[in-house]
């Protein structure tokens, strides 16, 4: 299905470009860790991190690098693989719908586009089995 707008692919803004480029992912992905932290069912996979600055400002910027790169942008994401990242966190699936929920009411409060929010959902979910029950 074509958009009216649509020309050319490359007349199209990236998803990176749609999220607000590296300050709007930087922005958001603060917003989420923040609301996290006060989810209360999965804030005691977060609320440790305030504990551990250095270990959080890393958990940071590895998300947004993650996001950036994954999105369009030009970040490079050095961080391990999601599978390797997750593993032996025994992550139930309820608490991967809640990181999902907060992502979404983030996505709200930043005012990002429909499209914009189905094309971050579609990237959460490609993600699921790599970062659940590992």
Do not use: C
């Amino acid at each position: 299905m074509k958009n009216g707008n649509d020309t050319k692919n490359n007349s199209q803004p990236t998803l990176f470009e749609r999220l607000g480029k590296t300050e709007g992912i930087a922005s958001i992905v603060d917003d989420v860790i923040e609301t996290h932290m006060n989810n209360p069912v999965i804030q005691k996979r977060f609320l440790p991190l305030k504990e551990q600055p250095e270990h959080l400002a890393l958990i940071r910027q590895h998300t947004i690098d993650f996001f950036s790169a994954g999105s369009g942008g030009q970040a490079q994401y050095s961080g391990k693989e999601m599978p390797a990242a997750h593993k032996g966190m025994n992550i139930r699936p309820e608490e991967y719908m809640e990181v999902v929920d907060d992502i979404m009411l983030i996505l709200d409060k930043h005012q990002i586009d429909d499209d914009s929010k189905k094309d971050v959902l579609a990237i959460l979910w490609s993600l699921k089995g790599m970062i659940v029950a590992q």
